[in-house]
């Protein structure tokens, strides 16, 4: 499995950005796509996570700011930032599980004025 996530990059206080992520390979089945974060000096966390059947699961951090959506037919999952705070800064992560976790590349996201 790979991923490619895309849509990182900087964006003032309360903006807004939109992260994708595209699964390729040999794939038998996505049970969970979303994404993690990780800030320098802290642990990976999680951000929101979507199961095949919609089901949703958002950190308490990002509750009503952050919307999380998945496409499968085309293996992608989609994160919309709003209201986006300096404290959202870290390295965004792709996670897929399908067969076991698989994890993308990483995109930095940084909110600062």
């Known amino acids: 499995v790979q991923l490619q996530a895309s849509g990182g990059g900087l964006v003032q206080p309360g903006g807004s950005l939109r992260l994708s992520c595209a699964a390729s390979?040999?794939?038998?089945?996505?049970?969970?796509m979303g994404w993690y974060r990780q800030a320098p000096g802290k642990q990976r966390e999680l951000v929101a996570t979507?199961?095949?059947?919609?089901?949703?699961n958002y950190a308490d951090s990002v509750k009503g700011r952050f919307s999380l959506s998945r496409d499968n037919a085309k293996r992608t999952v989609f994160l919309q930032m709003n209201s986006l705070k300096p404290e959202d800064t870290a390295v965004y992560y792709c996670?897929?599980?399908?067969?076991?976790?698989?994890w993308g590349q990483g995109t930095q996201v940084t909110v600062s004025s």
């Open positions: 996670n897929v599980v399908s067969g076991g976790p698989h």
């Open positions: 390979g040999t794939i038998f089945g996505i049970s969970v």
């Open positions: 979507i199961t095949e059947g919609g089901k949703l």
